[in-house]
């Protein structure tokens, strides 16, 4: 039985991914990259620096620590540029009415984020006040697939981690849900989410389940 739900945040309860795919996309242009919707899909869930090392790796480029510092600086502020209007408008399909149908069963609820800025988009999509618990880039050493972000998750909640289900959208993160011994479902396409117990299109198809 599923105690506690974990959330990843971009592409499964909010809109952002495509925000930070335009973001990823300026700043590989300046750096004369042609960064595609395909190498796009390898960022996903993967945190700020280590999305940029892989840029550089794919572009041939070598960076000093100085210069990298000023691309994610650049990057996040083109990023925050672009989320600066997020509204609840920008929930993903189901994202409110399953929130709305754990808290009414009992279950609890936690983020399990890579990103730096997720305490921000939960505010500014109203559902901040949904979560039991929050885990974020801020929070963890290791990113996904290191299963830290969900162990500490489970952990905040006091839950045994086969009793939590993850929701995720990247590889990295159904890898790194894996890795916590937990139950976890694809949001998303199964050609992106091997391993996943199960995929479905979006956190909709799922309210009836609990
Ligand atoms: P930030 P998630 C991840 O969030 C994104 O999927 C990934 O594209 C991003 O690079 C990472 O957060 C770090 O985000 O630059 O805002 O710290 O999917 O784990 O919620
Ligand atoms: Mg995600």
Redesign the pocket.
């Known amino acids: 039985t599923i105690k506690a739900v974990i959330f990843?945040?971009?592409?499964?309860l909010v809109d952002t991914?495509i925000y930070?795919f335009q973001a990823w996309h300026r700043l590989a242009e300046g750096l004369g990259y042609s960064f595609s919707i395909v190498d796009n899909e390898q960022?996903?869930?993967?945190?700020?620096i280590e999305?940029l090392e892989l840029i550089l790796k794919w572009a041939g480029l070598e960076k000093s620590e100085s210069e990298k510092e000023d691309l994610l600086r650049q990057k996040?502020q083109w990023?925050l540029e672009l989320i600066e209007q997020l509204s609840p408008a920008h929930l993903l399909s189901g994202s409110l009415e399953l929130l709305k149908k754990l808290r009414e069963k009992g279950i609890k609820i936690a983020l399990g984020?890579?990103?730096?800025?997720?305490l921000g988009i939960l505010q500014k999509t109203g559902i901040v006040g949904y979560f039991d618990a929050l885990i974020d880039?801020n929070a963890v050493q290791l990113s996904?697939p290191n299963p830290e972000v969900f162990l500490k998750g489970a952990e905040a909640l006091g839950i045994a981690t086969a009793d939590c289900l993850v929701l995720e959208?990247?590889q990295a993160?159904i890898d790194a849900a894996r890795a916590a011994g937990m139950q976890v479902i694809g949001i998303g396409q199964a050609e992106h989410l091997k391993g996943a117990d199960l995929v479905v299109a979006d956190l909709g198809c799922l309210v009836g389940k609990f």
Do not use: E, F, M, P
Not at 8 to 12: S, T
Not at 43 to 48: E, H, I, N, T
Not at 113 to 118: D, G, L, P, V
């Open positions: 990843d945040l971009d592409g499964v991914a930070h960022l996903k869930g993967v945190s700020r999305s996040n990023y984020s890579a990103s730096k800025n997720a880039g996904k959208d990247a993160g």
